[in-house]
């Protein structure tokens, strides 16, 4: 694509999406799509490789390094293309249309809507008995036609209805699904900060988790396996840049809202660990049954475990409705490229937002809810997850080699050595995962190649109607 055609798409697409976030919105949504349930989950998996508290601390504090990191890079790509699409228009320019359409067709088919099916459902099934009582768990339907038994749980029902809602909130305009996510962002946020201030005045108290033994190693050998949880924990820092025709003055505030939201999120969690060690010390973190509800139980209380609940609540919310608006642009962007179908990339007349993209999301969403097998699928696609954020990032460096007259209205601080220390330990964690895991990570290749025989079929119709 020459730079004139990439300017006039730019125009088109700006003029389509005509609804914009200003900074705070942007940085919410950002902050939003990080602080997810992982933060809650990966405690006790991070203590179990580092039960020592200075170092359970230090993994944490190179997770949001490392995300930091990322959203430096992301921040240069996101300025210099503020377009729908994020990801798939970065590779797109850098490494073609083939590889761009195999990054986004794993995030259409999959990644989005398996990432959405999982957080409603666990959402509901995690939180919802506190809330709404242990119906949520039990089955709701049941179909029993001889060898095939089928059952649909409360959760699942109840998941399909947050899908659905957000998903109108989504559709109805950029302004509401910012003010929804300014304000789920901010209560957890400002609860979190409170909690950290309040550890200094209270003594924990009641029984603690047996301590584990404390291993006979350096704790440097601990620390890769710890980091790989948390580093996706850390997921989600560039969730504005699918986003960039539909932010305002996007030169300076896509980069400001990736670094700001991904720095305050690094603050959260690592209050949040903060807490949680006041609670308990790190070596009891893998003997608890969940480390979050008997760390602020010991500190606070009773009434701070109901409280948490809400807390985990807003903060899977957040992250849920940062998805949806994210990945709907994806499919977008392919459809105005020529590479999915004409429909997803019409808009609302009325509230100029990508209206067909987003029902289908939550249409494939739901099938994978009614079906139960998206875990399975998140599982084995992490991998491909990891090749692409790294195909992502080195569309940096591709394009200032190839492209240095692009204009570039912010520039990654410590270009070239923040890119390549992206890059290189990302490549770590994708070694470390296929020595762990070879068999999801074989899945998601495959999964991802089914990709190459409907990208020719995409390209030759579009070569046709040409």
Request: hydrophobic residues 50%; glycine residues 10%.
């Amino acid at each position: 694509m020459t730079e004139r055609t990439s300017k006039k798409l730019k125009q088109k697409i700006e003029s389509q999406l005509t609804q914009k976030l200003g900074l705070l919105a942007a940085t919410a949504i950002v902050l939003g799509n990080i602080v997810g349930v992982m933060v809650f989950l990966t405690p006790s998996i991070a203590a179990t490789h580092l039960p020592w508290n200075g170092w359970y601390m230090a993994a944490w504090a190179v997770g949001g390094g490392l995300a930091l990191l990322g959203a430096l890079c992301l921040g240069e790509l996101g300025a210099m293309m503020p377009e729908a699409g994020g990801d798939y228009i970065f590779i797109r320019e850098a490494f073609g249309d083939r590889t761009a359409f195999l990054s986004g067709w794993t995030s259409v088919v999959i990644t989005f809507p398996g990432s959405i099916a999982a957080m409603a459902v666990g959402l509901c099934f995690f939180q919802g008995p506190a809330l709404l009582g242990n119906w949520v768990r039990s089955p709701i339907l049941t179909l029993d036609f001889g060898s095939y038994y089928y059952s649909l749980s409360g959760a699942q029902a109840l998941g399909l209805g947050i899908i659905a809602a957000l998903t109108g909130i989504n559709h109805l305009g950029l302004r509401l699904t910012g003010w929804v996510q300014t304000a789920i962002t901010a209560t957890p946020l400002l609860l979190v900060l409170t909690a950290g201030i309040a550890v200094f005045f209270v003594t924990p108290t009641g029984p603690v988790p047996p301590a584990v033994a404390l291993v006979d190693k350096s704790p440097w050998l601990g620390l890769w396996p710890a980091i790989v949880p948390i580093f996706f924990a850390y997921a989600g820092w560039n969730v504005t840049t699918y986003i960039g025709g539909e932010i305002k003055n996007p030169g300076r505030n896509i980069p400001r809202s990736l670094i700001l939201g991904t720095g305050l999120a690094v603050v959260a969690y690592l209050v949040v660990q903060w807490v949680f060690l006041n609670g308990m010390p790190a070596a009891s973190m893998p003997n608890a049954k969940f480390v979050p509800a008997e760390a602020v139980t010991r500190l606070f209380g009773g009434w701070a475990g109901h409280l948490l609940t809400i807390v985990i609540a807003l903060a899977v919310m957040g992250s849920l409705n940062a998805t949806v608006l994210a990945g709907a642009r994806i499919s977008y962007a392919m459809s105005g490229k020529g590479m999915a179908f004409g429909f997803l990339g019409s808009q609302s007349r009325r509230f100029g937002t990508p209206a067909a993209a987003l029902w289908i999301q939550a249409a494939l969403a739901a099938v994978l809810v009614l079906t139960g097998r998206f875990d399975e699928l998140i599982k084995y696609v992490v991998g491909v997850m990891l090749i692409f954020s790294i195909v992502t990032v080195a569309s940096v460096l591709e394009l200032r080699y190839t492209r240095p007259t692009l204009e570039r209205p912010y520039r990654v601080w410590g270009y070239p050595y923040t890119p390549i220390a992206f890059i290189l330990f990302c490549g770590a964690v994708l070694v470390f995962l296929w020595l762990e895991s070879p068999r999801e990570l074989l899945w998601g290749v495959l999964i991802t190649a089914l990709g190459l025989p409907a990208y020719e079929w995409l390209r030759r119709r579009s070569d046709r109607k040409d």
